[in-house]
């Protein structure tokens, strides 16, 4: 059955296809986020209960320790497969984008306990959690829009109305420049047929 212009060989058109694959990256992400938020407020509470610490630091080392956890589940998990051949950029875009989302997570802590003086563990969970999901929404855009970068080649494929095989267009350019290169011979214009979807010319 011929395909619609507007669709691409999955039945979704270019709009649709790069929302489902916000919507894939942004679960890989939560996915990595969730299990961060885990470990992050657990040695917050550990670092409270074990030690003499001020509350703020230990938020503070809390999230050092879930920044380090949620690259290698964001670079071998979520983007594995991104850009890999400029590690060092990435390690320190990495680190100073964690170092602004440490500064938002951990300064709405810091205005609740010592601004507003709601301490005590219950509030200082409730708002450290609150700290996080505020920082993880500047995490999640600078990461995919600074860190891990889409290899070019998988970003036209995706822009591609064809997907992958957008990068067969480049054919008919060899072919136009032999004898039988006239761009209204069906047989030299790959336009022209397309034995997936329409019948043989005779």
């Not at 959690?129 to 494929?157: E, N, Q």
Request: glycine share 14%; hydrophobic share 40%; charged share 20%.
């Amino acid at each position: 059955m011929p395909l619609r212009p507007t669709e691409s060989r999955e039945g979704l058109s270019p709009g649709r296809g790069r929302l489902t694959a916000l919507v894939r990256e942004f679960a890989k992400f939560g996915t990595v986020g969730g299990l961060g938020i885990f470990v992050n407020l657990g040695v917050f509470n550990v670092c409270r209960g074990a030690t003499g610490l001020p509350v703020v630091r230990c938020s503070v080392v809390a999230t050092t320790v879930a920044i380090a956890f949620n690259y290698l589940g964001l670079r071998h998990f979520t983007y594995r497969d991104r850009d890999k051949g400029r590690r060092s950029r990435e390690i320190a875009l990495f680190a100073a984008f964690s170092g602004i989302g440490l500064v938002i997570e951990n300064g709405v802590l810091y205005v609740a306990t010592y601004g507003f003086g709601w301490g005590g563990a219950l509030l200082g969970n409730l708002f450290k959690f609150l700290g996080i999901g505020t920082a993880t929404l500047f995490r999640f855009w600078s990461y995919r829009a600074w860190v891990f970068r889409a290899l070019p080649g998988r970003a036209m494929r995706h822009d591609s109305p064809h997907g992958d095989h957008g990068d067969h267009g480049d054919h008919g350019d060899h072919v136009g420049h032999d004898g039988h290169g006239d761009p209204s011979n069906s047989t030299s214009n790959p336009a022209a047929y397309q034995p997936e979807t329409t019948a043989p010319p005779p």
